[in-house]
């Protein structure tokens, strides 16, 4: 499969089932880039790969990334062992839209780790993120269920039946408002969506093929006499961090 050097999402950018796809996706620096899917379908090993990666300069990714699972398990490792999780859960999700909340008003980029099925969610983020000046994008996981439940047994951490299948239902609704582009791969987002920037959709193969995201450098400093000089020391942003959410 023929691989392009880069490319920056605007609208929709229909990736599934494509023979040639970028390594690279390039987003504003101060994006926010919500990576959804169903629970199996590697919503975390791919942000874990993107966040990973090395900017041009060598330096380590700016963005922060929130993963939900990461405050389930904050949460549970100063919990009762015998206390289920459902009693604090309203304390987890409490957590989580902390983090949340603080990484919009931080400086930098996001990436965000959500099922994708949850509209209302997508809207609260679009608002955040607008507030603070920023734009929100999408990279969706469509690799059906089939495989999201082999992805599940494979790191032997179960999603309940029901559970899942509402979670099949919110991303078949939001799958149905994709017209795939007739014209090639990209096209404009539909109004359901008109919240989202842009929606990068992959699939199975296409999702081990795109190495990394990157993002716009911030604007260098000038000196007196015009010339860009270096930050001070010791202010080069925050590195990777995990963040939880539920």
């Known amino acids: 499969m023929p691989v392009l050097d880069e490319a920056r999402p605007c609208g929709l950018l229909d990736l599934r089932a494509v023979d040639v796809v970028p ?3 390039r987003y504003p620096r101060d994006a926010v880039v919500v990576v959804a899917g ?18 041009e300069a060598g330096g380590a990714s700016a963005a922060r990334v929130i993963d939900p699972r990461a405050v389930h398990l904050a949460c549970e490792a100063v919990m009762p062992h015998w206390l289920p999780y459902p009693v604090y859960r309203p304390w987890a999700r409490w957590r989580l839209l902390r983090e949340v909340v603080a990484a919009l008003r931080g400086p930098g980029p996001v990436l965000v780790h959500d099922c994708g099925s949850r509209a209302w969610l997508r809207r609260l983020l679009a608002r955040g993120a607008a507030r603070h000046g920023r734009t929100l994008h999408l990279v969706l996981l469509d690799v059906g269920a089939a495989t999201a439940l082999s992805g599940q047994r494979a790191r032997a951490r179960w999603v309940r039946r029901r559970v899942f299948a509402r979670h099949c239902r919110g991303l078949d609704r939001l799958l149905r408002t994709l017209d795939r582009p007739t014209g090639g791969p990209s096209a404009e987002l ?47 942003g925050p590195g990777p961090r995990i963040c939880s959410p539920v």
Do not use: I, N
């Not at 169903?38 to 090395?54: A, M």
């Not at 969506?193 to 993002?215: G, K, Q």
């Open 23 to 25: 390594g690279v996706l």
């Open 38 to 55: 169903l629970p199996g379908s590697g919503k975390s090993t791919l942000l874990g790969r993107w966040s990973d990666r090395r900017d």
């Open 190 to 236: 539909p109004d359901a969506l008109a919240e989202v920037t842009s929606l990068v959709a992959l699939d199975a193969r296409t999702r081990e093929r795109v190495a990394a995201v990157r993002f716009d450098a911030a604007p260098q400093r000038r000196g007196a006499d015009g010339a860009g000089t270096p930050p001070p020391r010791g202010t080069a």
